[in-house]
Nanobody, 119 residues
Framework: QVQLVESGGGLVQAGGSLRLSCAAS????????MGWYRQAPGKQRELVAT???????NYADSVKGRFTISRDNAKNTVYLQMNSLKPEDTAVYYC?????????????WGQGTQVTVSS
């Protein structure tokens, strides 16, 4: 089994910063893309940022220039540094990873961590 455990969410004032972490553990043979998605109340889950195993990144337009995604392949951990936070960034943030367990690739999700930005 594989688990993704997130940490680092919380309450911050507009303009502030937070850093999210997500560690994957279990019977991991290999990991491809890892990333972060978010879901605000009443809205669909949306992509925030992704990063491949080679370090290529992709960001939603709404976070470009403010958020930075990174990963530590040796630790199977992905990070999201969030700067210049805005109230519209308020959401539950979910970690995602595409992981091979023995011979099979599967998508895994974390339990979510709340980020609240006050104005």
């Amino acid at each position: 089994q594989v688990q993704l455990v997130e940490s680092g969410g919380g309450l911050v004032q507009a303009g502030g910063s937070l850093r999210l972490s997500c560690a994957a553990s279990g019977s991991i043979s290999s990991t491809k893309t890892m990333g972060w998605y978010r879901q605000a109340p009443g809205k669909q889950r949306e992509l925030v940022a992704t990063i491949t195993s080679s370090g290529s990144t992709n960001y939603a337009d709404s976070v470009k220039g403010r958020f930075t995604i990174s990963r530590d392949n040796a630790k199977n951990t992905v990070y999201l540094q969030m700067n210049s936070l805005k109230p519209e960034d308020t959401a539950v943030y979910y970690c995602y990873a595409n992981i091979r367990v023995y011979v099979r690739w599967n998508d895994y999700w974390g339990q979510g961590t709340q980020v609240t930005v006050s104005s």
